[in-house]
Nanobody
Framework: LVHLAESGGGSVQAGESLRLSCVGS??????MTWFRQAPGKEREGVAL???????????FYADSVKGRFTISQGKARNTVYLQMNSLKPEDTAIYYC????????????????WGQGTQVTVSS
């Protein structure tokens, strides 16, 4: 069974930083994406890391987080992190990871194995 567990969220003030962690099991993926969903908004991919057939990794980000967020992988293939710097109130959302490869909106029902997510709250 696919299992995903996110952690590291919290409540911070604008300009501060958080580091999220995701530990997954039950799959082997060449692409992992961090998604977020704010109240009343679509779930959207904001950062992904992709490994191609030659072992080269690439990262992609939504414009809204580019330059502030950094996605990375641990030595364990299914472990990914999201370093979030210069946080803004609009970053407030529940953050999820998934073995998908998608930046932008994505219907939650298109993936069946979401974890519980981790709440990030940024106040001004």
């Amino acid at each position: 069974l696919v299992h995903l567990a996110e952690s590291g969220g919290g409540s911070v003030q604008a300009g501060e930083s958080l580091r999220l962690s995701c530990v997954g099991s039950g799959f082997r993926a060449n692409c992992m994406t961090w998604f977020r969903q704010a109240p009343g908004k679509e779930r959207e991919g904001v950062a992904l890391v992709y490994t191609n057939s030659t072992g080269t990794t690439s990262t992609f980000y939504a414009d809204s987080v580019k330059g502030r967020f950094t996605i990375s992988q641990g030595k364990a293939r299914n472990t990914v992190y999201l370093q979030m710097n210069s946080l803004k109130p609009e970053d407030t959302a529940i953050y999820y990871c998934a073995p998908h490869c998608h930046i932008g909106p994505m219907r939650a029902q298109d993936f069946a194995d979401w974890g519980q997510g981790t709440q990030v709250t940024v106040s001004s």
